[in-house]
Nanobody, 123 residues
Framework: VQLQASGGGLVQAGGSLRLSCAAP????????MGWFRQAPGKEREFVAA????????SYAESVKGRFTISRDNAKNTVDLQMNNLKPEDTGVYYC?????????????????WGQGTQVTVSS
């Protein structure tokens, strides 16, 4: 399953970015989607996830109140709206697909990954 993430860039602290992930459109299975990030020298960490029906979303504590995950199944896209960005949000952001469908925070639950998009927040 091929995922394509986009929307990264350079922004000043306090600014906003919107990431988008193009998800497969013809799978017969429903799936949850998640966003993870990895800063230089650090392990990949969970950011946000959403179930197929959008009824359940989950967020890392560090982004609650600032980031919003959403999806449009008709367009096969999952977005991550990031507001009030901080330098510590800097990293490569990856979207991922989970056929288990539970919007898990665990990276090993995810079946497919996108290539990543760089987000850099300057202070």
């Amino acid at each position: 399953v091929q995922l394509q993430a986009s929307g990264g860039g350079l922004v000043q602290a306090g600014g906003s970015l919107r990431l988008s992930c193009a998800a497969p459109g013809r799978t017969r299975r429903t799936y949850a989607m998640g966003w993870f990030r990895q800063a230089p020298g650090k392990e990949r960490e969970f950011v946000a996830a959403i179930t197929w029906s959008s009824t359940i979303t989950s967020y890392a504590e560090s982004v609650k109140g600032r980031f919003t995950i959403s999806r449009d199944n008709a367009k096969n896209t999952v977005d991550l709206q990031m507001n009030n960005l901080k330098p510590e949000d800097t990293g490569v952001y990856y979207c991922a697909l989970d056929f288990g469908g539970e919007a898990s925070m665990m990276f090993y639950e995810y079946d497919s990954w996108g290539q990543g998009t760089q987000v850099t927040v300057s202070s």
